[in-house]
C-alpha cells in the first residue's frame, strides 16, 4: 500500500512543552482520517505538522519525518508554495475573504499563476459545482462572500482550496460552527470528496468520526494512542485509554 502521508517518530515541541510525542501515523489516499481525543491532546498540532502550518508559531521544533508522497516535507528543498497548494486546510470557523464569491474561489489561482478570464471562469465553476454550491450562487458570484450562510461559507471555503487542486484535504473541527443540517450536509460533501482527495479531519464529535472515516487516530496526552479501521476503534478498541474515550467516560 502507498501511503499519501506517512508521519515518523514525530514529535513537536513549544517551547519546553512537548505537545506531540513519538508520533507514528500513515494515512491512506483517497480515504477519510479522522483524528480524535480530549481537547488539548494534539489533534490541531498534528494536523498543522502536515502542511507545516506550526512554523508560523514562533519556539516550534519539530523533529521526525513526515512523508507526503515519498517525500519528506521537512527537507529544506521542499517548496512551502507547492506543499500548501498540494495539502489545503479548512478552519474550524469559516473564513472566506472578504470579497465575492468569484474573487474567493479565484483567489489561489491567481497566487499561483495569471489566468486568463476563460480559465479563471472555468475554474471558479468546476469549484463551485465539486462543492454543490455553484447553483446556489450562480447568479450572484459578484455579492460578498461574508453574505453567504455559515454552512455556504464552510463550502465556499472548500471550494477556494479545490480551485488549486490539492491532493490532501485538512480539516480542524469544520463542522464545529455549524448546525446539524448544515453538518450533515458537509459530511456528505466530504464523502464525496474522498473519492478524489485524501481528507484528515479532526473533531470532537465521535458519532462525527464513526459516520464518515475509515480510519481513526485516538490521541491523548500527545500520544497517538491507537490508530486503525474505525469500526474497530469504536467497537473493539485493543486499548484500555481508547475504550474509557470512545465509550464516553471521559473528555
Ligand atoms: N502556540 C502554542 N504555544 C504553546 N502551546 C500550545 C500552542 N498551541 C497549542 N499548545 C498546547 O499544545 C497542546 C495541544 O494543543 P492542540 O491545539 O493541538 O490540541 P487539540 O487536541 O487540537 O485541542 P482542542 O480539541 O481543544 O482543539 C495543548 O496543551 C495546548 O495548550
Ligand atoms: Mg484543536
Not at 512537548?18 to 501515523?25: E, K, M
Not at 486546510?89 to 470579497?99: A, C, E, I, K, T
Not at 459545482?129 to 450562510?149: F, I
Request: proline share 5%; net charge negative; with cysteine.
Amino acid at each position: 500500500m502507498d501511503y499519501k502521508i506517512q508521519a515518523s517518530e514525530l514529535n513537536l515541541h513549544y517551547g519546553e512543552f512537548h505537545a506531540l510525542i513519538d508520533v507514528n501515523l500513515a494515512i491512506r489516499p483517497r480515504a477519510i482520517t479522522a483524528i480524535i481525543g480530549p481537547s488539548g491532546c494534539g489533534k490541531s498540532t498534528l494536523l498543522r505538522c502536515f502542511d507545516r502550518m506550526n512554523e508560523l508559531i514562533g519556539g516550534v521544533r519539530v523533529t521526525g519525518r513526515i512523508l507526503l508522497d515519498g517525500s519528506d516535507i521537512y527537507n529544506p528543498s521542499t517548496s512551502l508554495t507547492q506543499l500548501r497548494r498540494k495539502v489545503g486546510l479548512v478552519f474550524q470557523r469559516p473564513n472566506p475573504f472578504p470579497l465575492s464569491v468569484f474573487e474567493n474561489v479565484a483567489y489561489g489561482l491567481r497566487v499561483h499563476e495569471a489566468p486568463d478570464k476563460a480559465r479563471l471562469e472555468a475554474v471558479v465553476e468546476a469549484s463551485l459545482r465539486a462543492t454543490w454550491l455553484w447553483d446556489e450562487v450562480k447568479d450572484r458570484l459578484d455579492m460578498s462572500a461574508l453574505g453567504l450562510s455559515p454552512e455556504q461559507q464552510q463550502r465556499l471555503c472548500i471550494s477556494r482550496l479545490l480551485a488549486v487542486e490539492p491532493e490532501v484535504l485538512l480539516m480542524d473541527e469544520p463542522c464545529s460552527a455549524l448546525d446539524p443540517i448544515a453538518t450533515e450536509h458537509i459530511e456528505e460533501l466530504m464523502r464525496n470528496l474522498a473519492e478524489k482527495y485524501t481528507i484528515v479531519i479532526v473533531t470532537h464529535n465521535m458519532q462525527q468520526a464513526a459516520r464518515v472515516s475509515s480510519e481513526t487516530a485516538f490521541m491523548l496526552l500527545g500520544e497517538l494512542v491507537e490508530y486503525g479501521p474505525t469500526a474497530g476503534i469504536f467497537e473493539k478498541p485493543s486499548d484500555k485509554r481508547t475504550e474509557e474515550y470512545v465509550s464516553g467516560r471521559y473528555g
